[in-house]
């Protein structure tokens, strides 16, 4: 980027850690109380389980499209992407708060607009950062991520305390006030300033078949991520059920909360560090143990102190998942693929992982209860953790041919 063109570094540092936190805490409003909230309008597991699997339904087929518009479309700023997007969940996420009594019908189609455009907004604000990294800018992704973490902490604590004095359905309000302010972070965010490629640079971007088939090592992680999330994911979208199974209410939730994001923030000191020592797919790999680990912490609590003294296993589990991921995608495919990659990532994670999660969540509550279900998740991301294993193998053996 040309440096006459290039904001101050420090602006955009700060200002994208104020991305991220809104992102985050935005993220909480309607997610964090999400099945308190669909328990108290009636919905049971297997029901909330579907909604839950349709917003990851609805990611996995946008990510891809959006990132896929972006390639193309380099003349388009991601941030009008970006907040288009929000814009249009806005509306969704005022429709769900003003229908209270709505059905199972109403509930799947606003969820979709949720999941297919505010969840799918977070891979392309990724990229936003990343044009600036790659550029040379040293904007901090991993602390941003570690402040969004924070943030996220930070609303689940108010959240708790609202939802305790007047109940589930004000967290749709908080919701909605975070969208409008995340919307205006996003359009205020300095669009990066891209010079015309070279012909020698120039590359018609792949679909994303293509760019699993050109890497089996990055493919087989992907495969990794996409079990290690299927069982990670319930941890948390899910907690309110192992809370109340060892002992807590849905009030004591958001202390919970408060615990498993705020001890993502420390890996965002940290992260730097680590990826210059063990690479982004070593980190990959060592996220999805300590995942599968607070798995196995949390099916053993006795009670409810148990399962906040399991929360800092999160520093080394999803708060290092997220970075890293990042990274990983950064570093594996090729520079005109890179929303797409960020997009296919998401799309594996939190988009047909998070969906195959809540499936497995909904069925194994109603069946046996949250001991099945954390029994379940743990061994998914026993096996993420495996495969990981084997496409790092796979990846230093063809290194050394």
């Given at each position: 980027?040309?440096?006459?063109?290039?904001?101050?570094?420090?602006?955009?540092?700060?200002?994208?850690?104020?991305?991220?936190?809104?992102?985050?805490?935005?993220?909480?409003?309607?997610?964090?109380?999400?099945?308190?909230?669909?328990?108290?309008?009636?919905?049971?597991?297997?029901?909330?389980?579907?909604?839950?699997?349709?917003?990851?339904?609805?990611?996995i087929v946008s990510q891809?499209?959006?990132?896929?518009?972006?390639?193309?479309?380099?003349?388009?700023?991601?941030?009008?992407?970006?907040?288009?997007?929000?814009?249009?969940?806005?509306?969704?996420?005022?429709?769900?708060?003003?229908?209270?009594?709505?059905?199972?019908?109403?509930?799947?189609?606003?969820?979709?607009?949720?999941?297919?455009?505010?969840?799918?907004?977070?891979?392309?604000?990724?990229?936003?950062?990343?044009?600036?990294?790659?550029?040379?800018?040293?904007?901090?992704?991993?602390?941003?991520?570690?402040?969004?973490?924070?943030?996220?902490?930070?609303?689940?604590?108010?959240?708790?305390?609202?939802?305790?004095?007047?109940?589930?359905?004000?967290?749709?309000?908080?919701?909605?006030?975070?969208?409008?302010?995340?919307?205006?972070?996003?359009?205020?965010?300095?669009?990066?300033?891209?010079?015309?490629?070279?012909?020698?640079?120039?590359?018609?971007?792949?679909?994303?078949?293509?760019?699993?088939?050109?890497?089996?090592?990055?493919?087989?992680?992907?495969?990794?991520?996409?079990?290690?999330?299927?069982?990670?994911?319930?941890?948390?979208?899910?907690?309110?059920?192992?809370?109340?199974?060892?002992?807590?209410?849905?009030?004591?939730?958001?202390?919970?909360?408060?615990?498993?994001?705020?001890?993502?923030?420390?890996?965002?000191?940290?992260?730097?560090?680590?990826?210059?020592?063990?690479?982004?797919?070593?980190?990959?790999?060592?996220?999805?143990?300590?995942?599968?680990?607070?798995?196995?912490?949390?099916?053993?609590?006795?009670?409810?102190?148990?399962?906040?003294?399991?929360?800092?296993?999160?520093?080394?589990?999803?708060?290092?998942?997220?970075?890293?991921?990042?990274?990983?995608?950064?570093?594996?495919?090729?520079?005109?693929?890179?929303?797409?990659?960020?997009?296919?990532?998401?799309?594996?994670?939190?988009?047909?992982?998070?969906?195959?999660?809540?499936?497995?969540?909904?069925?194994?509550?109603?069946?046996?209860?949250?001991?099945?279900?954390?029994?379940?998740?743990?061994?998914?991301?026993?096996?993420?953790?495996?495969?990981?294993?084997?496409?790092?193998?796979q990846k230093s053996q063809?290194?050394?041919?």
């Open positions: 980027m040309t440096n006459h063109a290039a904001p101050s570094a420090r602006r955009l540092d700060y200002h994208y850690i104020a991305m991220q936190a809104g992102f985050w805490a935005m993220f909480a409003g309607v997610c964090a109380y999400q099945t308190a909230l669909l328990l108290n309008r009636g919905f049971s597991n297997s029901e909330i389980g579907l909604i839950t699997a349709v917003r990851c339904v609805a990611g891809p499209l959006l990132g896929g518009f972006a390639d193309r479309h380099p003349e388009v700023p991601l941030k009008v992407l970006v907040s288009g997007s929000l814009g249009v969940s806005l509306l969704a996420g005022l429709y769900y708060l003003l229908r209270p009594g709505m059905g199972l019908g109403e509930t799947v189609a606003v969820v979709l607009v949720l999941g297919g455009l505010e969840v799918s907004a977070y891979p392309l604000m990724d990229a936003m950062a990343i044009q600036f990294i790659n550029g040379g800018v040293p904007i901090r992704y991993s602390l941003g991520r570690g402040v969004g973490s924070m943030s996220y902490a930070v609303i689940c604590v108010g959240l708790g305390w609202i939802v305790g004095r007047w109940g589930v359905e004000y967290t749709l309000l908080v919701h909605t006030a975070l969208v409008v302010l995340e919307i205006a972070l996003v359009l205020t965010f300095p669009t990066y300033p891209a010079a015309p490629p070279s012909a020698a640079e120039v590359r018609k971007p792949q679909s994303a078949l293509a760019l699993l088939r050109r890497d089996p090592a990055f493919t087989l992680t992907l495969a990794g991520v996409l079990l290690g999330m299927t069982g990670v994911l319930p941890f948390s979208n899910f907690l309110v059920n192992v809370v109340v199974s060892r002992g807590g209410s849905e009030a004591d939730l958001g202390l919970a909360l408060f615990l498993m994001a705020g001890f993502e923030l420390p890996t965002g000191f940290l992260f730097q560090r680590l990826l210059r020592r063990f690479g982004s797919a070593r980190l990959l790999l060592v996220s999805l143990v300590f995942c599968a680990l607070k798995g196995a912490a949390l099916l053993a609590a006795p009670g409810y102190g148990a399962v906040l003294l399991a929360q800092p296993l999160q520093m080394l589990g999803y708060g290092l998942f997220t970075p890293a991921s990042v990274y990983y995608v950064n570093e594996s495919v090729p520079p005109a693929d890179r929303v797409r990659g960020q997009t296919v990532m998401m799309a594996a994670s939190n988009g047909l992982g998070g969906m195959l999660g809540s499936f497995l969540a909904g069925r194994t509550l109603d069946a046996g209860g949250a001991d099945l279900m954390l029994a379940c998740c743990t061994a998914c991301c026993c096996a993420g953790a495996l495969l990981c294993l084997l496409a790092l193998r063809g290194i050394s041919r």
